[in-house]
T-cell receptor, first 115, second 116 residues
Framework: AQSVTQLDSQVPVFEEAPVELRCNYS??????LFWYVQYPNQGLQLLLK??????LVKSINGFEAEFNKSQTSFHLRKPSVHISDTAEYFC?????????????FGQGTTLQVKP | GAVVSQHPSRVICKSGTSVKIECRSL??????MFWYRQFPKQSLMLMAT?????????EQGVEKDKFLINHASLTLSTLTVTSAHPEDSSFYIC????????????FGSGTQLSVL
């Protein structure tokens, strides 16, 4: 069975500092990996995903994540955070292709960006 | 982009009553919808998967007679919590997918259910 572990429940950081949100997964088969973000009072939004190809994937707002198969990790990073990045971040894994696979979520990490 | 509307955002009900939560895809046809439940400080747990026009597939441990799911059209799925009890209090989130949006799910904003 697949599982996802987000090692940090809360990550406080000052504005313009770098940040890393950690995510490890376990699966015996090939997986697709995702990071979702949930801003206050909003639904989850896809931030970035790894399906195949380059192990480093990037979002339009400066986040990036690297798929590391040997360490079964998919950590999320940003070199300089903004106040507006304050949100809940969920790592997720999915097996199967197309729209049939089920998403398994981690526990979530609250990123708190302080001025 | 695609939008999923979930209603209501918050509901308070008495123990023993039933509550219906609606999930609508506003600008696409959602062939598959997923219902999740989230407890405070915990991850989203998949409850069931529903495909339009067929019975929902429930995850292990989820009571199908307690959590009734209907996906009668390509734009609407409903979750009814029957005879709700305080332990059913939770945050419920729906998500929808479509063949036109491969590998992408769209999430509703969630419903906070509080059973007194």
């Amino acid at each position: 069975a697949q599982s996802v572990t987000q090692l940090d429940s809360q990550v406080p950081v000052f504005e313009e500092a770098p940040v890393e949100l950690r995510c490890n997964y376990s699966s015996s088969v090939s997986v697709y990996l995702f990071w979702y973000v949930q801003y206050p009072n909003q639904g989850l939004q896809l931030l970035l995903k790894y399906l195949s190809g380059s192990t480093l994937v990037k979002s339009i707002n400066g986040f990036e994540a690297e798929f590391n198969k040997s360490q079964t990790s998919f950590h999320l990073r940003k070199p300089s955070v903004h106040i507006s990045d304050t949100a809940e971040y969920f790592c997720a894994v999915r097996t199967g292709s197309g729209n049939t696979g089920k998403l398994i979520f981690g526990q979530g990490t609250t990123l708190q960006v302080k001025p | 982009g695609a939008v999923v509307s979930q209603h209501p955002s918050r509901v308070i009900c008495k123990s023993g009553t039933s509550v219906k939560i609606e999930c609508r895809s506003l600008d696409f046809q959602a062939t598959t919808m997923f219902w999740y439940r989230q407890f405070p400080k915990q991850s989203l747990m998949l409850m069931a998967t529903s495909n339009e026009g067929s019975k929902a597939t429930y995850e292990q441990g989820v009571e199908k007679d307690k959590f009734l799911i209907n996906h009668a059209s390509l734009t609407l799925s409903t979750l009814t919590v029957t005879s709700a009890h305080p332990e059913d209090s939770s945050f419920y989130i729906c998500s929808a997918s479509s063949p036109g949006f491969t590998e992408k799910l769209f999430f509703g904003s969630g419903t906070q259910l509080s059973v007194l």
